[in-house]
Structure formats: structure tokens, C-alpha cells
């Protein structure tokens, strides 16, 4: 494959990873990873590598607008990246000594996670979140003056799972902001509106951090990275533009099954099994 | 959120958009210019990067894999610089607690960076 046709493939991938996560409300990298290792065939290190320097790019594009808006809580985010920066080192760590394969399997449970979070979204929290939503809107996010206007509880808790997340990120390339989300929206009671913000903000911290790791241990390949990184960044740019993002019911099932789908494949790369589709 | 924060909130998300910008642009040229290259094939393993001490002599060659190669490393700064920024303005609030979680993060992530291994 000559150059340009290679630099385009990539940067096609990033654009179609970049431009769905920003409709799906998910990060880049639950698409990046299975592209690159089951349509490409990259190694799984490059592969993650490349993800997470993807995520940098948008975390910086997507927490550049939140910050503007005054909606990102950046000393509750540098806390928790205590435990989330040390676990993404760790998890970068951990994945250089750990079989692949067993990653390919961790990669598809968490792709098992994501679409059940995304069924459960339109199915039976729906009425919940109906109700708690019209709730979380008069929650204030931001304050005229003085100090937060919310109370942030759980501590411990949020911090273990942050870490957890960072973890997941440094093995898997993936943002883990559906642990993250949850966690400080669910746990330590931060404004939905808010947390998302943060976690914007942190994910591209932590990303930082694993991707420093593969690239000390050579696994950066950096056409690859680049490619993608410039095709993430463009397509989610474009994307929270021009696009609306998804709340129909029949649109968000498709992507679960789709995704539900990929991570079948995932697994199936760990277990050196091909299914129909995917990774022949 | 006093005032200050405000002005601080101005500042990050500008370091994040701009330093993102300008590391995607150099890394964009750099991989044109790698692919304008005579012969240049990719190999189907990793492209390796300049060890950090050799980078500076092949950019000034303006060698396509050094600026490539430095654009991504802008990129990967960019979140650190958005710390260290933030570092700064609480330090002018005197908000220790903040100052020295910014702190640790950073040295965290210097770690990181040192090629720590297992």
C-alpha cells in the first residue's frame, strides 16, 4: 500500500471513529481499537497506542469548548487524576506483560458493558431519566461567584473507581469515561452536565500518561497515530457541529447490537476464532 | 467559582485547542512530506521515533519523521502544559491543596514519561 493510500485509510477510520462517539456520546477509542486490529491486522499495542493519542486530540478539542462554558471542575479533575494517572501507568504496564489475547477478551467485555449501558439508556432507566433529568436541569453547575454550587461526596469511592478506569484506559486504549461518567454523576453526586465536563477534561490527561508508556516501549507507530489522531479530531469536530447527536430509540439499539457484535469479535480474536464479518 | 477561575477556565481551553491544533498540523505535514519521500514504503511493523536526544538534529534536517515525530510529542504535552497552567493560577490564589494535586499529577505523568518498566 503506498503512502497516501495508507495515511487516507487511516485517517478515514479516525474520521468514522471520531464522528460516531461523538453522535453515540462514547469515546473514539471503543471504535479505533477493533478497527485497527480487526480490519487492518496492526498489532494490539499499536493499535491502543494509536487510540490513546487519538483521545488526546479530542479530549483537548471537546474539553477546550466545556471549559469555555465553565462547566469543567478542573480541581476536582487534577484530584482524581491522582489515582487515574497512576492507574493508566500501571495499566500500560500490565498490558506489556500480559498475553493478548486475554486483552482482545477484556476489550470485548467492555464493549459488552458499553452496549448494555446503551440499552439500558433507552430502556428501563428511560423513565427515570425522564424524571431525574427534568431535576438534574435546575441543578446549578455553575455559580456567579463564590465557591461550587454543588456538594461533592464519596471520595474514596470515586477515586477507586477513577483509578479503575485509568487502568482499563492504559491496558485498552479507551477513554473510560463510562466508568468515570457514572461514578462522579452516581457516586460522588457531581451535576451530570458537570461530570461529563470533567471527565472530558481527564480523559485526555490520562491518555497522556498510557500512551507515554507504549511509546517508551517502542509500540507507537506514528503514521498510524498521527493518521488517526488528525481523522478522530476532524470527525468528532464535525460531528457535535453539524450533526444532532442520537436519541432515537431504533438508532441506539442498531449500535448496541453493533457493538455487542464487534466485542463477540473481540473475544473471538482472543480465543484465535473468526466470525463472519469481522477480522477475516 | 470565583472570578479567577473564570479567566483560568479562558486560559486552559485555550493551551488545549491551540497546542492540540498546532501538534496535529505538524504531525499531518510531517506524514505528507514521510509519504512524498522517494520510495517510502511503510513497513508493516512500528515506524520508530527519534530517541528524544537525537529529535532536535533530525528536525533541524528537517527530517519528515522528526516533524512528525514532534508534532504528535506537542500533542501529548498539551494536557501536561494545561496542568501546569492551572498550576499556576492556584498558586496565585494560594490554594495549596490544589497546587500540590497539580503537582503530583505532573510528576506522575513524568514518571511515565522517564520509560519506567516492569
Known sequence: MSGFIEIFAFLLTGLASGALGALLGLGGGVFIVPALTLLFHLPLPVAVSSSLIAIVATSCGASATYLRQHLTNVSLALTLELSTTAGAIAGGLVAGLISHDLLFILFGLILFFTAFSMLRSVDGEQSDAESSSAGEADRPVVAADGDLPYQIHRWPAGLAATGLAGMLSGMLGIGGGVIKVPAMYLVMDIPLRAATATSSFMVGVTAVAGAFVYWNRGDVHLLVAASVALGVYIGATLASRYLQRVHNRFLILLFAVVLFYVGLNMVGAGFHLTLPGLGG | ?118
Open chain 2, 1 to 118: 467559582m470565583r472570578e479567577r477561575d473564570y479567566m483560568m477556565d479562558r486560559l486552559l481551553g485555550r493551551v488545549l485547542r491551540y497546542g492540540s491544533l498546532v501538534g496535529l498540523v505538524l504531525a499531518f505535514v510531517g506524514s505528507v512530506l514521510l509519504a512524498l519521500q522517494p520510495g517510502a514504503a511503510f513497513a508493516p511493523g512500528t515506524l520508530s521515533a527519534y530517541p528524544f536526544s537525537q529529535l532536535l538534529g533530525a528536525l533541524q534536517r528537517g527530517d519528515p519523521l522528526a516533524i512528525l515525530e514532534t508534532g504528535l510529542l506537542i500533542l501529548l504535552l498539551t494536557p501536561p502544559a494545561a496542568i501546569l497552567v492551572a498550576a499556576g493560577s492556584y498558586v496565585r490564589e494560594k490554594r495549596w491543596r490544589h497546587v500540590l494535586a497539580a503537582v503530583i499529577v505532573l510528576l506522575i505523568l513524568a514518571l511515565g514519561m522517564s520509560g519506567l518498566k516492569l
